[in-house]
Nanobody, 113 residues
Framework: VQLVESGGGLVQPGGSLRLSCAAS????????VTWYRQAPGKERDFVAT???????HYGDSVKGRFTISRDNGKKTVYLQMNNLKSEDTAVYYC????????RGQGTQVTVSS
């Protein structure tokens, strides 16, 4: 199982980023995938999950601003992040649903003016 996150960077408040999570080593279409984030000195925070049916679930802090999607043909999950706030600054990880240990190396998102 391998998951590789990408797409992070520095963005101003109110800006947007799209993160990608590329999967390999397992039957991607058969698994739900979750995005988490973790800021320095803070607990891991749930961001969003997308299930095999395409249904989604979001953490309260990102509802209405973030959108999770998947492309089974490309074995990739995306996280579109709009109206970013300073409190969204964190390392973002993707993992198979319920399997934190499958996460990748993470991608840093910094929201700052």
């Amino acid at each position: 199982v391998q998951l590789v996150e990408s797409g992070g960077g520095l963005v101003q408040p109110g800006g947007s980023l799209r993160l990608s999570c590329a999967a390999s080593g397992f039957t991607f279409s058969a698994y739900a995938v979750t995005w988490y984030r973790q800021a320095p000195g803070k607990e891991r925070d749930f961001v969003a999950t997308i299930f095999t049916t395409g249904s989604t679930h979001y953490g309260d802090s990102v509802k209405g601003r973030f959108t999770i999607s998947r492309d089974n043909g490309k074995k990739t999950v995306y996280l579109q992040m709009n109206n970013l706030k300073s409190e969204d600054t964190a390392v973002y990880y993707c993992a198979r649903y319920g399997a934190w240990g499958t996460r990748g190396q993470g991608t840093q998102v910094t929201v700052s003016s």
